[in-house]
């Protein structure tokens, strides 16, 4: 009995999970460390692209640090250089968001309707394996070097990502959760609540985020071939002008917009899963 009890006992003892205060405490020591990392290495990048640019490697073309620096406070201090941003920036949101909505029409349409999406899926897988680069030209014969021209180009490469997340999405729905629902006596939109919707959460906001650069990479494709403003534009005057430190802090620019693009997206992701009763399901599985 006594050997019995010690032997439970200790099975509790080892079952006890640390304090509340300790994992928090650890889990921000985890978070600060992978932060000052970050910098130190940012930092050592730096100093060595200073040290061996001229003596290594040609100054002409990756410039310096600090000529990067003064460019990218010229570019940030005048309204050239605003006016750029702001045109990629619309043409960024519009193309992704467009996109967005196309893709997921599509996806609910086809994926909803198993002989649609067996007739049209392999006519948009064909049309997907063209660049969208390739696009552009004709894209831009149709819209002219406005703004709508790489808004149709960004829609096209974030249409087609959105589409197959969602659409394989709703194919490997589990049909026998919709079952057991309808079996309930749940109706379309509970199916819709409590199957679809968590299911394709994952998938479309993973869609999102590797969406979010493709638009970039469309937009900033269609200023290279023909424009009159945006980011873009001021990439390739800087590229034709051999134009090293503005070139750099252009790709600056397309950088920090991609980092708020990407953090904007993935509050939306963390909101949604938390609003969805997903996202306790996701801190289990970081914490495990």
Not at 182 to 199: A, C, E, I, N
Not at 261 to 280: E, F, H, I, Y
Request: with cysteine.
């Amino acid at each position: 009995m006594a050997t019995a009890t010690s032997s439970a006992k200790g099975k509790t003892e080892v079952k006890e999970t640390p304090p509340t205060g300790e994992v928090r405490n650890s889990a921000w020591r985890k978070t600060a460390l992978v932060v000052v990392l970050r910098i130190a290495v940012i930092a050592l990048c730096l100093i060595l692209w200073q040290v061996m640019s001229g003596p290594v490697l040609p100054e002409y073309a990756v410039s310096k640090p600090t000529d990067v620096s003064h460019a990218l406070w010229d570019l940030l201090s005048s309204s050239t250089g605003w006016i750029d941003i702001k045109a990629t920036a619309i043409e960024i949101l519009a193309g992704f968001g467009i996109g967005v909505v196309i893709g997921t029409v599509m996806g609910l349409v086809l994926g909803s309707v198993p002989l649609a999406g067996q007739v049209l899926e392999p006519l948009i897988a064909a049309v997907n394996g063209i660049p969208k680069i390739a696009l552009a030209p004709l894209f831009l014969l149709f819209f002219g070097i406005g703004p709508m021209s790489k808004i149709t180009i960004a829609a096209a490469g974030v249409s087609f990502v959105v589409f197959y997340n969602v659409y394989l999405g709703l194919r490997l729905r589990e049909r026998e959760l919709v079952e057991i629902v309808q079996v309930m006596g749940g109706r379309r939109h509970h199916v819709l609540s409590y199957v679809t919707l968590p299911t394709l959460a994952a998938p479309f906001f993973a869609a999102l985020k590797t969406g979010g650069p493709l638009a970039i990479l469309g937009v900033i494709g269609g200023e290279f071939i023909a424009s009159t403003e945006g980011v873009g534009h001021e990439l390739f005057t800087a590229a034709t002008n051999l134009d090293a430190p503005t070139e750099f802090a252009g790709l600056i620019v397309l950088v920090a917009m991609t980092l708020i693009l990407n953090g904007v997206l993935s509050a939306l992701d963390t909101l949604a899963l938390k609003r969805l009763g997903l996202g306790d399901r996701r801190t289990r599985r970081k914490t495990v």
